[in-house]
């Protein structure tokens, strides 16, 4: 059994969708999405620099972009589940047919915008913590008045509030953690300094029409494996504000028996982790068009084509 993951916010990197767009068709069909959403992603996705592709509101459309597409230049493909981290969860919502791949865009790019806004009104951010016993992590975050904002699994555990929060974190780190990384985003995700976008959401979601999963969704609020449209769309918009849960994610792929997983454009992170926390599983991260061949290999020997 296969698994089709698309990666969140902080994976993307200056120039990751060139090679891209050198596949037929690439090059015009992110030029239609462009103008969709207003917004240049082929500027963004190849010339523009990690500045200002660390806007919240450039990044999300672009991440969600890039999987669509390196995820379509796979062919017919016949995964077992599929599932993403945080904005990469609106990327799956379009590998499983419950919205088109225009209404995935459309919305990300109302929530990367609405995101933005929320995280402008406090200067906020993010914290990777390496190592260390997950309960001990979460109790001292806490303490410091920060949110466990993704609990990854595989000893890794992010945590978000204030700059000055996440300063005292540096200086006072959970017994066991070997190591605090200051993250390169915009804001404290997942948290409830996104509030305001929540109402922002949840509006936009209300506007569209979506369909019943063609292939189980597998949810970062609770690993749940979620059959309806209308439910994957509510979860959607209460993810902005709450924590992911990558963890149970990942432990819902062993439950389904996970033989191999592969993650879409712009690979890396979620493969990282599954080769920590789902040992004997084969992954392949998908980073160029060069990967394409074995990836297929592997969908063909795990999924069938």
């Known amino acids: 059994m296969l698994v089709l993951v698309a990666p969140g916010q902080g994976a993307q990197t200056p120039g990751f969708l060139t090679p ?4 037929p068709g690439a090059a015009d069909r992110v030029a239609a999405w462009s103008d969709a959403i207003g917004l240049d992603l082929l500027h963004y996705g190849t010339q523009a ?3 200002a592709i660390r806007d919240t509101a450039v990044a999300q459309p672009l991440l969600v972009a890039a999987g669509i597409l390196s995820a379509a230049a796979l062919g017919d493909i016949n995964p077992g589940a599929v599932a993403g981290h945080s904005v990469g969860e609106i990327t799956a919502a379009a590998f499983a047919g419950v919205l088109d791949d225009t209404a995935a865009l459309g919305l990300v790019r109302k929530r990367g915008l609405a995101m933005a806004d ?8 993010m914290a990777a913590l390496l190592g260390g016993d997950p309960e001990t992590s979460v109790a001292h975050l806490e303490k410091l008045g920060l949110t466990p904002a ?6 890794q555990i992010v945590a978000a509030g204030t700059l000055e929060q996440l300063a005292a974190l540096a200086e006072d780190k959970p017994e066991g953690v070997r190591k605090v990384i200051p993250l390169k985003v915009a804001g404290a995700f997942h948290t409830r300094h996104m509030a305001p976008a929540v109402e922002t959401l ?3 979601a ?3 029409s979506p369909a019943d999963p063609k292939i189980p969704y597998v949810s970062n609020k609770d690993g749940g494996t979620v059959a309806s449209g209308a439910e994957v769309l509510e979860r959607l918009v209460g993810q902005v504000a709450n924590p992911v849960r990558w963890d149970l994610c990942m432990e819902t792929f062993k439950e389904l028996g996970v033989t191999a997983l592969v993650e879409v454009c712009p690979g890396g992170t979620l493969t990282g982790l599954a080769k920590r926390a789902l040992p004997g599983v084969a992954t392949l991260a998908l980073k160029t068009p060069d990967d394409l061949d ?5 969908l063909a020997e795990h ?3």
């Open 20 to 23: 891209w767009l050198e596949l």
């Open 49 to 51: 620099d990690a500045d």
């Open 118 to 125: 929320a995280a402008a009104v406090t200067e906020t951010g």
């Open 150 to 155: 993704n609990i990854n699994g595989a000893g």
């Open 202 to 204: 949840a509006t936009a």
């Open 206 to 208: 209300a506007a569209l």
């Open 294 to 298: 074995a990836a297929r290999a592997l």
């Open 303 to 305: 999924a069938g084509a």
